[in-house]
């Protein structure tokens, strides 16, 4: 079910309220009555409120519903998507950061994600025909839906302890899934028709290839998939089969990001690294070197669009902010969505 977005039901619903109490408390005490407030009243509360609510409901930048964003992707046409967990919806944007439509809620239907308390859909990414693979933790699902929100099939993983928090998705230009686990195998592989065709990766101690848990994972439209560990600081290429093809040493890093040159970027402590696709390291700069925003507070995710720009997306004191760069780590424009009265 696609809908166009419903920011502010909350204030919505707050001044209603508000107007109904204050209603029922004058009703209900003889010295206040509606009948008692005069024109110039009724004129004066019509100059507050009118504008507030002209503003909250015209203009969608200034407030977006994002209460707890955990994901952030890019799609065609330079489109943005940002998963909110708490608020139980994916949030497009264009490339000036504009909403443009928003879908999900709460529920086992489709296109819907868990009510459970605590939980809700915790990962997101995008494949190179445009369609997004959404985790669906508490459903034991990851959802499919094309780029304008359109509900395309699931894929089940109940016979798996994959899908909980901090979970990583992938997947490739064949509609292959790629999922990291916390525990070993690290790596599920399923096809385009939702059918576990794969699994690998175990610790070095059982013979593995692994020294460390899995964290990260990136996957190219050709299928190489990217993973890196928690403690060891390396990162493995694999086939779409699970075999080893390289591994390299890299700065930690939980968030992957690929280009369309086939360079890597990861984001740990507040840097971005970029590495080409020999693990050769390129550069690297802080999250917070935008001239726009200085007061960074928390890097929550990385992904880079087909032009090779890199996006941030940031928690904030009162809001997201979202940073984008060019491949050098310049700079080039980025977006504040606040919460409502901050």
């Known amino acids: 079910m696609v809908y166009q977005p419903e920011n502010y039901s909350y204030l919505s619903r707050y001044l209603t309220l508000l107007l109904i109490g204050r209603s ?21 509360l019509g100059i507050v409120f009118i504008p507030l609510f002209w503003y909250f409901f015209s203009n969608q930048n200034s407030f977006t519903g994002l209460l707890e964003p955990t994901a952030m992707a890019t799609g065609q046409n330079d489109q943005l998507y940002i998963l909110d967990r708490l608020n139980r919806s994916v949030q497009q944007f264009d490339s000036e950061g504009h909403l443009v439509r928003s879908w999900g809620g709460r529920g086992k239907a489709q296109g819907e994600f868990s009510a459970e308390l605590g939980e809700g859909p915790d990962a997101l990414t995008v494949d190179p025909a445009g369609n997004l693979y959404i985790s669906d933790p508490a459903n034991r699902r990851v959802e499919v839906f094309d780029g304008s929100g ?23 230009s064949q509609g292959n899934l790629y999922l990291v686990a916390p525990s070993p195998p690290f790596i599920h592989k399923f096809d385009a028709q939702g059918r576990q065709v794969a699994s690998w990766g175990t610790l070095a101690k059982d013979g593995g290839q692994f020294s460390s848990k899995a964290l ?29 093809l390289a591994r390299w040493k890299i700065s930690a890093g939980k968030v992957l990001g690929l280009d369309g040159g086939g360079n890597l970027y990861t984001l740990s402590d507040g840097l971005i690294h970029k590495y080409d696709r020999e ?8 999250t917070s070197s935008s001239e726009n925003h200085k007061s960074i507070n928390i890097t929550l995710d990385l992904a880079v669009d087909r032009q090779g720009k890199v996006l941030t997306l940031h928690d904030l004191d009162g809001g997201i902010y979202v940073q984008k760069f060019d491949a050098e780590g310049r700079p080039l424009s980025g977006w504040a969505f606040r919460l409502p009265f901050w």
């Open 150 to 172: 359109h509900f395309l099939r699931q894929v089940r993983v109940e016979q798996l302890d994959s899908l909980v928090e901090d979970s990583r998705l992938g997947a490739d």
């Open 279 to 286: 693990g050769n390291p390129v550069k690297e700069w802080s």
């Open 216 to 244: 990260g994972l990136a996957v190219s439209p050709g299928g190489q998939i990217y993973v890196s560990e928690n403690n060891s600081r390396e990162l493995l290429m694999f086939d779409g089969q699970g075999h080893l």
């Open 24 to 44: 029922r408390t004058m009703h209900s005490t003889p010295r206040f009555s509606l009948e008692r407030f005069s024109w110039e009243v009724w004129l004066a």
